[in-house]
């Protein structure tokens, strides 16, 4: 069982900035492909970024491309999303996820086995 947990959401003004954190337990972490994705009420879960085992590849929903970086520190098990010039359509329950079985990205959340409980993040003046 691999737990996550999510830390840093809040709620900012439109054109703000907040930094997630996704903790991960597990010796297998630098394994895992990681993913972020968010939930608006009376929306489907969208994905948001994904980054492969090694950190090297990344990929962005086109919404966010240019504004969210996705990052991840396989030392301290823990992967980041940097988001830049909130939205309000930003404004979502935003989930950290783990792959097993994929190292590469990927931006299905059917091949994601392992989620986090969410942070609120509310982009409102």
């Known amino acids: 069982q691999v737990q996550l947990v999510e830390s840093g959401g809040g709620l900012v003004q439109p054109g703000g900035s907040l930094r997630l954190s996704c903790a991960a337990s597990?010796?297998?972490?630098?394994?895992?492909?990681m993913g972020w994705f968010r939930q608006a009420p009376g929306k489907e879960r969208e994905f948001v970024a994904a980054?492969?085992?090694?950190?090297?590849?990344?990929r962005y929903a086109d919404s966010v491309k240019g504004r969210f970086t996705i990052s991840r520190d396989n030392a301290k098990n823990t992967v980041y999303l940097q988001m830049n010039s909130l939205k309000p359509e930003d404004t979502a329950v935003y989930y950290c996820a783990a792959a097993r079985r994929a190292m590469v990205v990927v931006t299905s959340l059917y091949v994601y086995d392992y989620w986090g409980q969410g942070t609120q993040v509310t982009v409102s003046s």
């Open positions: 980054i492969s085992s090694s950190g090297i590849s990344t």
């Open positions: 597990g010796r297998t972490f630098s394994t895992y492909a």
